[in-house]
């Protein structure tokens, strides 16, 4: 289970390709890492991008349910995805 805390989207059509990847923080990192990484740096780029029409809409999403029972996750990963809705 994913939470979104940031995030925007405009209206746009039908059949937009997605992309998300995924990513490990250290373990050192900060427990406000994600709050700071967002802030400083992924939500301003988006927001350019989705101001230049270059993107419809991002989220940045945090794992709330952490479970390793029967998946080998990997600190990296990145899917392409073919979007079939609308942004209103």
């Known amino acids: 289970m994913f939470v979104s805390r940031y995030y925007n989207w405009k209206p746009g059509s039908k059949g937009a390709y997605g992309h998300a990847s995924s990513y490990k923080l250290k373990p050192d990192a900060p427990n406000d890492a994600v709050e700071t990484l967002s802030k400083a740096l992924l939500v301003p780029f988006f927001e350019k991008l989705l101001a230049d029409g270059t993107i419809l809409e991002y989220e940045i999403d945090e794992e709330t ?5 029967m998946v080998d996750f990997t600190p990296h990963r990145d899917m392409l995805v073919r979007v079939n809705a609308t942004y209103k």
Request: net charge negative.
């Open 65 to 69: 349910i952490h479970t390793d029972s």
